[in-house]
Antibody, heavy 119, light 111 residues
Framework: EVQLLESGGGLVQPGESLRLSCAASGFTFNSFAMHWVRQAPGKGLQWVSAISNSGGSPYYADFVKGRFTISRDNSKNTLYLQMNSLRVEDTAIYYC????????????WGQGTLVTVSS | QSALTQPPSASGSPGQSVTISCTGTISDVGGYNFVSWYQQHPGKAPKLMIYEVSKRPSGVPHRFSGSKSANTASLTVSGLQAEDEADYYCSSYAGSNNLRVFGGGTKLTVL
């Protein structure tokens, strides 16, 4: 059974940094691209970033380019999201999601970790 | 990277069918057969219901079906059941740089 467990969320002030982690199990982690998707309180889903199975190709939504960095450690089956220069509008539940491998979709999701940016 | 357009709400009685639309552009929905749909119950993580426009993952009831015409994709839920009441989101591949976009979500109410 695929399991994705996010951690690292919390309350930070604007301009501060936070690193999220996503521990994966139940599948061959280094065979699949991975994503971060966020959901602001009471709002819809928003794709944030993706990384190829090898970690060599990161992709970002325009609103996080230059501030967020996605990475992965295939030896630890863990996905990361380094978030710098956080803004109030980055407040959201951050989900990690596994790529199906075909069809450009997300077939497994973690339960999410809440990031609150507030002064 | 504009969001896809979904109606904010939809409803139907048990046993009825309801269709939710998802409108994009030639740069996303219309340009690729990579539309997917997700169901999200309150406080829960999203669940993949449809991928590649009309394919169902293992375990998803046949009551859920997907289609696409030009720049608009649709999710149809037939034989509505109480447990189908949830938020539904469409998503599409959006081209180079592995971009993905989501719709704003549709709240489905089973009357």
């Amino acid at each position: 059974e695929v399991q994705l467990l996010e951690s690292g969320g919390g309350l930070v002030q604007p301009g501060e940094s936070l690193r999220l982690s996503c521990a994966a199990s139940g599948f061959t982690f280094n065979s699949f691209a991975m994503h971060w998707v966020r959901q602001a309180p009471g709002k819809g889903l928003q794709w944030v970033s993706a990384i190829s199975n090898s970690g060599g190709s990161p992709y970002y939504a325009d609103f996080v380019k230059g501030r967020f960095t996605i990475s992965r450690d295939n030896s630890k089956n863990t996905l990361y999201l380094q978030m710098n220069s956080l803004r109030v509008e980055d407040t959201a539940i951050y989900y990690c999601a596994k790529d199906l491998g075909t069809g450009a979709c997300f077939d497994s999701w973690g339960q999410g970790t809440l990031v609150t940016v507030s002064s | 990277q504009s969001a896809l357009t979904q109606p904010p709400s939809a409803s139907g009685s048990p046993g009825q069918s309801v269709t939710i639309s998802c409108t994009g552009t030639i740069s996303d929905v219309g340009g690729y057969n990579f539309v997917s749909w997700y169901q999200q119950h309150p406080g829960k993580a999203p669940k993949l219901m449809i991928y590649e426009v009309s394919k169902r993952p293992s375990g998803v009831p046949h009551r859920f079906s997907g289609s696409k015409s030009a720049n608009t994709a649709s999710l149809t839920v037939s034989g509505l059941q109480a447990e189908d009441e949830a938020d539904y989101y469409c998503s599409s591949y959006a081209g180079s740089n592995n971009l993905r976009v989501f719709g704003g979500g549709t709240k489905l109410t089973v009357l």
